[in-house]
């Protein structure tokens, strides 16, 4: 009877616990991701991935090396489902060595359902101990778990964790983001539309930051930032095309960066991502995996806004069940990215809710369609507050809600001044505060009285709120943002500086002004961009006298001071240093260098890529000429980039009117002249990467060239949407 009734309590989920000493140290301890004191020692044999799977890139590289932890996609009803797991190959084991003491529950699912209790083919072993339905004792600190498939048929395994049966609750994140809500619509926002009445009552017992600027004004570039708290041109992620190319994938996946999705899951989070955003997994070349557990992706659906809110409640209410063991109970804390794609056009809200609509002044169909989505979403976050309410979540949880951008609807800023793009009624082509202005509303937990703040705040300042609001420590990367607590606490007497960064565009909005200039940092090769470099103005706005942004003003002290504020702000780039040392014997050579770029522009630097013109070289619009006389005992250096940092520069050198040739040309023993490396081997630019410090001087006459910063590979081809990525695009009114 105990194991019928044992049966029973498993047969739905599948899950299989078993007690795991005492002592524990980590109390959750998810098996999927990396972790300080969890590392996998086995040498699991490799599989050819099929277009199902992409590497699960949160556990120590090993979407660089092994295929056990993997990303299932999959799509039913047309949502796309991905789903974190662990491949066993029938024999297979897996080792985990675990650096701490353990009082932990082993948990595991199978991800298809087609094992009973009685034929499950997984075993588990501690330190070679067969681990049963009972209790099992381990003080050691290296501790080896192993999981084993004694099966015929590869098993698909998600959730693997450990957790203590004395576990403390930790508080469960619910942050939503409605797609282009700009902050102007809200009714505690000063809006008098009448079109938000749950989010005007939620920020009852909210903080509301009436003057919150997200840092970019589209979606991909946004959810990065928030997802990271560093500005998007860090994040190694283009944001001037909709493809992610593959050297950009590889960078951000080996940089220090720990997004917060993953990072929440390395300390025990059950992170899980329910809307409308196809640019949150990596399987369609449209985005990254940010290290969600799962992915509820709503792209593909027609009317997903209230699919969306059943699949968060129901997310919700699975996390939310309990188990029980000998030990107690448990359960893991939640991190749900809630993302509607509404009011995103087109804009097609029901029709009952344009009778929500209040306007007091005429307005065109679109603004009308727009403000209906407003009131469609606004009465979906109503069900899911309420369901909150009545599961006795909604107190006890961090509550954020906010937008990855505005929506332009100025005539003045029908077409872009930086793409030439016409954005009436869409976005990232600017960074006009229509763009970038967007509702901020946090409810710490168990917060009961609301407050309005009107300091200036920014996206990249949302994830080190979320840490420091959960005492999370451990991110491996700097953030550029920093936590609001002291923002609210009034612990702050300067305003926080806003740069923003956009397809063509940086900006700066301080101090009453804001500034915008256009740039071609961030273009991308591709039909987008003929490859040319032009004219780069900028625009300075009174806010105000001109709030709407609508008439730049003259005053050069003033453009000067912000100029040097975005110099500040340069992309990640290659920077290439070139050295000519003459010995004290040697005579007087002539040097004549050319470095040209066929796309984009190859011009001066400092050693940190900083733009600085030399005397003794003349420029052209793809490059420069230099010529210059070195006597001997003189070492004469200097430094280019290729800006936008899009291809290798092309570079001769002649010494005494002679081109030198690869036996005098190089860095230490290398002899290789980045030129030929387009046309012998395309990855040979490695040869010559100084990544911590510049080579030696050398004893004899020598050219030396090196390459610091940025490993990119820019013999990439571009990368081809397949028709289903182009059809959410379309959709979605990306592309035409």
């Not at 105990?2 to 980590?26: C, D, N, P």
């Not at 699919?307 to 029980?324: P, S």
């Not at 929500?356 to 507050?385: C, M, R």
């Not at 003794?616 to 230099?626: H, K, M, P, R």
Request: net charge neutral; with cysteine.
């Amino acid at each position: 009877m105990f194991r019928s009734l044992f049966y029973l309590l498993f047969q739905f989920s599948f899950a299989f616990l078993f007690v795991v000493s005492i002592y524990a140290e980590s109390e959750i301890i998810n098996l999927l991701y990396s972790n300080a004191n969890v590392e996998v020692v086995s040498s699991p044999s490799k599989q050819k991935l099929d277009e199902s799977f992409t590497y699960n890139t949160y556990f120590q590289d090993v979407f660089l090396e092994d295929n056990h932890f993997l990303n299932l996609h999959t799509r039913m009803n047309r949502i796309d489902h991905s789903l974190r797991v662990l491949n066993l190959p029938p024999g297979e084991k897996i080792h985990f060595k675990i650096k701490q003491k353990l009082d932990h529950l082993l948990n595991y699912s199978f991800k298809e359902n087609i094992y009973s209790f009685e034929n499950n083919p997984m075993q588990a072993f501690l330190n070679g101990k067969r681990i049963d339905n009972s209790q099992v004792f381990s003080k050691r600190e290296d501790n080896l778990l192993t999981l084993y498939n004694s099966g015929e048929h590869s098993v698909l395994i998600h959730n693997p964790y450990l957790i203590s049966a004395s576990h403390k609750k930790r508080t469960d994140v619910i942050f939503i983001v409605i797609d282009s809500l700009r902050g102007d619509v809200l009714g505690c926002n000063g809006g008098e539309f009448g079109v938000t009445p749950n989010l005007d009552a939620f920020s009852k017992t909210s903080y509301t930051f009436q003057k919150h600027y997200v840092n970019s004004s589209w979606t991909r570039p946004s959810t990065m930032i928030f997802f990271t708290g560093v500005y998007a041109s860090k994040t190694f992620i283009n944001f001037w095309d909709y493809p992610v190319f593959s050297e950009e994938r590889t960078m951000f996946y080996q940089s220090d960066i720990s997004p917060l999705p993953a990072l929440l899951s390395s300390f025990g989070y059950n992170s899980i991502m329910v809307g409308n955003n196809p640019f949150l997994t990596d399987h369609r070349y449209l985005g990254v995996d940010t290290g969600f557990e799962s992915v509820y992706d709503f792209a593909p659906v027609n009317e997903d806004t209230p699919k969306i809110t059943q699949q968060a409640i129901d997310v919700v209410q699975k996390n939310k069940k309990k188990f029980y063991n000998p030990l107690g109970y448990f359960q893991r804390p939640l991190f749900l990215f809630l993302n509607y794609n509404d009011p995103h056009r087109p804009y097609t809200p029901p029709y009952n809710f344009l009778n929500q609509v209040k306007v007091s002044f005429p307005i065109d169909t679109n603004k009308l369609n727009y403000l209906g989505e407003v009131a469609y979403v606004d009465s979906e976050l109503g069900k899911f507050f309420q369901f909150l309410k009545d599961n006795d979540m909604y107190d006890s949880s961090l509550i954020i809600v906010t937008s990855d951008h505005g929506e332009v609807m100025n005539p003045a800023h029908a077409k872009s001044k930086f793409t030439d793009v016409y954005t009436m009624y869409g976005h990232g082509q600017g960074l006009y505060d229509e763009d970038i202005h967007t509702p901020l509303l946090i409810k710490y937990p168990y917060q009961k009285e609301g407050k309005q703040i009107q300091a200036t705040t920014r996206s990249i300042d949302i994830m080190p709120t979320i840490l420091d609001v959960l005492d999370v420590k451990g991110s491996t990367h700097t953030m550029d943002g920093k936590t609001l607590g002291d923002v609210i606490w009034n612990k702050e007497t300067t305003e926080r500086l806003y740069y923003g960064e956009g397809r063509g565009v940086k900006g700066v909005r301080k101090s009453g002004y804001k500034f915008m200039q256009k740039t071609f940092e961030f273009h991308k090769q591709g039909v987008s961009w003929d490859g040319i470099v032009g004219d780069e103005p900028n625009y300075l706005y009174n806010l105000m006298d001109d709030p709407n942004e609508e008439s730049p003003i003259e005053n050069q002290t003033i453009v000067t001071t912000f100029q040097d504020i975005v110099k500040n702000f340069k992309a990640l780039s290659s920077v290439y240093s070139i050295r000519v040392f003459n010995p004290n014997h040697s005579q007087e050579k002539s040097l004549y260098l050319t470095a040209l770029s066929k796309k984009g522009r190859v011009v001066t630097t400092d050693t940190e890529g900083f733009f600085k013109n030399l005397e003794e070289a003349t420029y052209y619009q793809d490059g420069f000429v230099l010529e210059k006389k070195i006597s001997g005992g003189q070492t004469y250096e200097l430094n280019l980039v290729v800006y936008p940092d899009v291809t290798f520069p092309e570079i001769q050198i002649l010494i005494d009117g002679q081109r030198i040739g690869r036996s005098n040309f190089g860095v230490g023993q290398f002899d290789v002249y980045p030129g030929d490396c387009l046309h012998i081997n395309k990855n040979c630019s490695l040869m010559y990467m100084a990544k911590y410090r510049k080579p030696p001087i050398p004893k004899k006459f020598r050219v030396q060239i090196w390459k610091t910063g940025l490993q990119k590979n820019y013999n990439s081809k571009n990368v081809l949407l397949e028709k289903d990525a182009i059809d959410i695009l379309k959709k979605q009114g990306y592309i035409q």
